[in-house]
């Protein structure tokens, strides 16, 4: 053909036999090319088009290839020495689901019943993902993204539960089992979400998020099992209290189901059992615990174990070993008032004259004295 023409610039030949599926004609040249249906078939006949060279170009205001419901695959080499290859698979129970780049991802619909509900879903590089409605019936998975990574599963074995809108971006053997919706994984090693939307699991090995609306970041073999809770690094905590948060340490415990606001940051075997809106901030072997009566607002800072038994609004601080005994009561081993020299006063009119507030304590020659006047 002389000069080089865009398809949709040739003019129209007539007579087209059945068997032509296409048929150029250069102007001005006698020559027909004409392009049969055995010649875009390989020896099974399926349709492609092989030997291609150079640069092909798809162009136009839209470009639709219809598959009737079967695999879509644009392949082929890619960079200037070889190597590389470009794979788009649309599932073929559904062709918004896509699969890119063929390293055994797979999306796979189960039973029959599961097909309207598994859409927009898409596999972006990596190896080994599934998205997976297994044999249960009536489970919906729609527009969630797995991108880079290894061996990340969405997938249960409940019927009826939804995963609508979820994240993984890099990792190892990531998985969400019910109803995971909006929730989001980066990084990390074999974490995975149980139950509960809107959750995030950031880094670290092993975590595991039973509830909604909690994060895991960093860490190892931490567990959060209510809502709106947290664990930020550590090793082997468990959280079960609403609005909770664990922060550091390692082997730290609060089991208060239904109750709120209760937290330990840092140290080591810290407990927490029945509280609501209680602290432990380091030390070790701490163990605030209510039985069977809810222990309300009391902490403990540093020290070792210490234990708050049932005791509201109490507070221990530092020491080995010490125990309340009521409520709104504070332990404090060894108290030392550090600028007590500038505290000797000889009465309350003196102490009062010299800055010291109602229930302050000074002293009067080393007596120790509270203002009360």
């Given at each position: ?143 969630n993204f797995i991108a880079g990574g290894d061996g990340h599963l969405i997938g249960t ?83 079960r209290t609403t609005c909770g948060f664990i922060g550091g340490g390692y082997d730290h ?121």
């Open positions: 053909m002389a000069g080089n023409k865009k398809i949709f610039d040739l003019p129209l030949r007539t007579g087209v036999t059945a068997d032509d599926r296409l048929a150029i004609v250069d102007s001005g040249n006698t020559t027909t090319y004409s392009v049969k249906l055995s010649d875009l078939q390989d020896g099974t006949g399926v349709n492609t088009l092989e030997s291609l060279t150079g640069n092909i170009t798809f162009s136009g205001t839209n470009i639709d290839i219809s598959t009737n419901g079967q695999t879509i695959v644009l392949s082929g080499s890619t960079g200037g020495g070889g190597g590389g290859t470009s794979y788009f698979s649309a599932t073929t129970e559904n062709t918004s689901n896509i699969i890119q780049k063929d390293n055994g991802s797979s999306i796979n619909f189960g039973d029959s019943s599961n097909y309207p509900g598994i859409n927009n879903n898409f596999i972006l590089g990596g190896t080994g993902h599934t998205i997976d409605a297994e044999t249960y019936t009536n489970n919906n998975y729609n527009n074995n409940n019927n009826n539960t939804t995963t609508d809108n979820a994240v993984m971006v890099g990792g190892y053997s990531h998985f969400i089992d019910r109803a995971g919706s909006n929730s989001a994984f980066v990084g990390g090693y074999n974490n995975q979400l149980n139950y509960g939307g809107s959750n995030f699991l950031g880094g670290g090995e092993s975590n595991t998020i039973a509830q909604g609306n909690s994060a895991i970041v960093g860490g190892l073999n931490n567990f959060i099992g209510s809502s709106y809770s947290g664990i930020i690094a550590g090793e082997s905590h468990y959280s415990y609060i089991n208060s189901y239904n109750l709120r606001g209760s937290a330990i940051v840092g140290g080591d075997v810290n407990y927490m059992n029945n509280t609501q809106k209680c602290f432990i901030g380091g030390g070790s072997n701490h163990d605030i615990n209510g039985g069977g009566t809810i222990t309300y607002d009391s902490a403990i800072i540093g020290g070792d174990l210490g234990f708050i038994s049932g005791h509201s609004r109490s507070v221990i601080l530092g020491g080995s070993g010490l125990t309340t005994s009521y409520d709104e009561e504070v332990l404090v081993p060894n108290l030392t008032i550090a600028n007590y020299s500038s505290l000797n006063f000889s009465g309350d009119t003196a102490a009062a004259a010299g800055g010291v507030v109602l229930g302050q304590v000074y002293h009067d020659n080393g007596a120790l004295r509270i203002r009360i006047t």
